[in-house]
């Protein structure tokens, strides 16, 4: 029937643009073995992404048991116009937990002027990340310094690079620095206070989705502020465009590491790079052959070796001073859910998975939960 052949707990019995339906198997070969409990959860329908606004009317509604990301500005109404929606934080800021994708402002680095590294710090300086977490996230943010999750076996490492940190300052907001690099580098703001180079306005175009869109308008408006161009849009083949290098710049996460730092920095090793217009993932399209030799040196030692804090800090010594991507701040995950119909969902007080149930750890979610009485 055009299906495709599973072996996990569900079976998917429908798919069309509008919907998505799983139905689960009595006969779940985990289940049977031994391994696994077989769900309560006898059907699963998978709906598009919609927009914020109806997302959070089908979760109050009881139209939904949970749903994509929810703005901080969005989730108290949630909570008073349905008290059995709770996050991972419970009905408390967050609204979730610290996810291992930090989010940046990348840039196709292959392609002038965002193949100079102090243009890349110019405009990182242009950036007040509280402003960012004030404003676009209630205050239920922070800042990030690198691209990891503050998670505690990555600290280790985070913490021994302070040094560099305080010479490379990625969460600094200075204008004036903006200004001086971009005048050192020939150009000129002109009557409207944007910065132009024989003739040509400096532009910075940022793609993203719509996990971000309480932070894009945020950081586009600092940066007209500071001289720059700025615009952003949010269309809906986003990922194509940035996987094919015609993105000039764009607002994504950091999926890499959350024990010890290898899968980072991987992210940034030049075997990724492409000419634009081919597949290329990641995309920063950065080259620098002595972090890709650290990084290869990384690949084939132990986490546990004290090696690899040495290459650590070796490879982080190029990566700020190049700065590939700017720093934006780290990402939480935000998903109500919805505790009418079915109990038992992860907390900060229960925290066996993340709820983010488009990842493949979502079965053990479906496992736990249980027919609300």
């Known amino acids: 029937n055009g299906l495709p052949v599973v072996t996990g707990a569900y079976k998917l019995v429908q798919s069309t643009p509008?919907?998505?339906?799983?139905?689960?198997?009595?006969?779940?070969?985990?289940?049977?073995?031994g391994v696994a409990t077989l769900p309560e959860v006898q059907r699963l329908i998978f709906l598009p992404p919609f927009e914020e606004s109806r997302m959070a009317q089908m979760v109050i509604a009881n139209e939904a048991d949970i749903t994509l990301n929810i703005s901080p500005a969005t989730m108290p109404s949630l909570f008073s116009q349905n008290p059995s929606?709770?996050?991972?934080?419970?009905?408390?800021?967050?609204?979730?937990?610290?996810?291992?994708?930090?989010?940046?402002?990348?840039?196709?680095?292959?392609?002038?002027?965002?193949?100079?590294?102090?243009?890349?710090?110019?405009?990182?300086?242009?950036?007040?990340?509280?402003?960012?977490?004030?404003?676009?996230?209630?205050?239920?943010?922070?800042?990030?310094?690198v691209p990891y999750p503050y998670y505690?076996?990555?600290?280790?490492?985070?913490?021994?690079?302070?040094?560099?940190?305080?010479?490379?300052?990625?969460?600094?907001?200075?204008?004036?620095?903006?200004d001086e690099i971009m005048t050192a580098k020939g150009y000129a703001k002109g009557s409207d206070g944007i910065w132009a180079k024989d003739g040509q306005k400096l532009s910075i175009a940022i793609t993203t989705f719509q996990v971000f869109a309480e932070v894009v308008p945020i950081v586009t408006e600092q940066l007209k502020k500071a001289g720059f161009d700025a615009s952003f849009g949010m269309p809906?083949?986003?990922?194509?465009?940035?996987?094919?290098?015609?993105?000039?710049?764009?607002?994504?996460?950091?999926?890499?590491?959350?024990?010890?730092?290898?899968?980072?920095?991987?992210?940034?090793?030049?075997?990724?790079?492409?000419p634009d217009g081919e597949f290329a993932y990641p995309f920063y399209r950065w080259t620098n052959t002595d972090f890709d030799a650290i990084v290869d040196q990384m690949a084939v030692t132990s986490p546990d070796d004290p090696k690899t804090a040495e290459l650590f800090r070796s490879a982080m010594e190029i990566w700020l001073k190049e700065l590939p991507d700017v720093q934006l701040l780290q990402f939480?995950?935000?998903?109500?859910?919805?505790?009418?119909?079915?109990?038992?969902?992860?907390?900060?007080?229960?925290?066996?998975?993340?709820?983010?149930?488009?990842?493949?750890?979502?079965?053990?979610?479906l496992t736990h939960l249980k027919a609300a009485q």
């Open 85 to 145: 929606i709770i996050t991972h934080s419970g009905q408390e800021q967050p609204y979730g937990y610290t996810d291992w994708w930090p989010s940046g402002l990348g840039f196709n680095c292959t392609t002038a002027p965002w193949d100079d590294p102090e243009i890349r710090w110019a405009v990182s300086y242009a950036i007040d990340r509280d402003q960012l977490v004030e404003f676009g996230y209630r205050g239920a943010g922070e800042p990030t310094l």
């Open 18 to 33: 509008e919907q998505k339906v799983w139905d689960l198997r009595p006969d779940w070969w985990a289940a049977a073995a």
């Open 152 to 178: 505690a076996p990555l600290m280790t490492y985070i913490d021994g690079i302070k040094d560099l940190l305080d010479q490379y300052p990625t969460n600094k907001f200075d204008t004036a620095k903006t």
């Open 332 to 365: 939480y995950h935000r998903i109500p859910m919805n505790t009418t119909y079915w109990t038992g969902w992860p907390s900060k007080d229960d925290p066996y998975y993340n709820e983010a149930f488009w990842h493949r750890t979502f079965i053990n979610i």
């Open 236 to 274: 809906t083949d986003f990922f194509d465009r940035l996987t094919t290098g015609n993105g000039e710049a764009y607002i994504w996460g950091h999926g890499g590491s959350v024990r010890d730092p290898y899968a980072t920095l991987e992210l940034y090793h030049s075997k990724f790079v492409k």
